[in-house]
Structure formats: C-alpha cells, structure tokens
C-alpha cells in the first residue's frame, strides 16, 4: 500500500514529527511504502475561494500543492499529521486540506484509507474533541477509511513524547495496516 502522511508541523524535528516517523517505521515494516510530505514547509498558498479549478481541475495557483496532489491520488492511504494549536490542526495542515477543493472529488473516488496522528501539550480528556470532530468530518466528507486516531495528550516537547506511549501505538499502527 502507498500512504502519504501530510506533515503539518512547523518544527522540524518536533513532538509531529517524531509520531509520524513511527508510524513511518511501522508501516515500512509491514511492507508499505511512506511518502512523508512536508506540507508546513512547502510553498502552499491558502484557497482563494476562486473556484477556477471547478472543484476538479487546476488551481490558478501555481505552488507545491500539484506535487503533493500526485503524491496524494498515487497513494492508497493518507495520514494528517499535526501539533494540536488552539483545539485545531495546524494552520500549515489546514491550508494544505483547503486545497483539497481542487481534487476533491478524486479523493472522494479513491475510497481511501485514513488517519490522525496528532499531539498536544495539554493532558486532558476534552483535549483533542474538536480535531476529532473534524478530522471524522473529513473522513466522512472524503470517502475515507479511518483507520485509527493516535492522540498525544501531554506531548508537549520531543522529550515528553519520545517516553509517552504514543510512539508505540503509532508505529503499532503503521505496523498493523493491511
């Protein structure tokens, strides 16, 4: 299976990061394919709103959206990977899933498979309900297949996270896909 994971932190080498390579790690072991886009560092420009594209043609924007949507509609899977900023995915994730207006009904045939991986500083339950929320409203909306949620609460820094269990669970997750 090829999968893509968006990487939507704006550190490099952060807590995101360090999640989304152990689910790299996983799912290479099992004998995927992992493509890791750097969306948060990528020249990618918000949606104008312009609707050129007709919902399923070229943006008028020219950046590296058009290589990651080859990346995205070669791939059997795609994984958001994002810090939680103020209850929500990051801005840099966010604006790459706007752009999704130019392909969305491709993604939307593809059926594909899905999941989060995300982290937070904050340790309590509520954390993360609004990114789930939104992440299973675009599961819903895209014809994805969910297929699991890691969710790093008291993540805080690369430290906390590399001695929580959430490295664990993401590499047991890419480790797991069939």
Not at 109 to 117: C, E, I, N, V, Y
Request: hydrophobic share 35%; proline share 3%; net charge negative.
């Amino acid at each position: 299976m090829k999968i893509v994971v968006l990487e939507g932190s704006p550190n490099k080498n952060g807590s995101t990061h360090i999640l989304a390579d152990c689910f790299r790690q996983g799912a290479e072991g099992a004998g995927h394919t992992v493509e890791m886009a750097d969306v948060a560092h990528a020249d990618i420009h918000p949606c104008t709103g312009c609707i050129h594209c007709g919902y399923e043609g070229p943006c008028v924007q020219k950046d590296d959206v058009e290589g990651i949507r080859e990346k995205i509609l070669e791939a059997d899977m795609l994984v958001f990977a994002t810090p939680l900023y103020y209850y929500g995915m990051s801005a840099q994730l966010k604006t790459m899933v706007d752009r999704f207006c130019a392909f969305n009904s491709s993604i939307q045939r593809k059926h594909m498979k899905s999941a989060l991986l995300a982290v937070a500083w904050n340790s309590d339950g509520w954390t993360f309900d609004a990114l789930e929320a939104h992440y299973k409203t675009l599961v819903r909306y895209l014809n994805l297949q969910d297929m699991g949620m890691i969710l790093g609460r008291g993540c805080g820094t690369p430290d906390m996270t590399r001695h929580s269990s959430c490295t664990r669970l993401a590499y047991e997750l890419g480790s797991c896909l069939k």
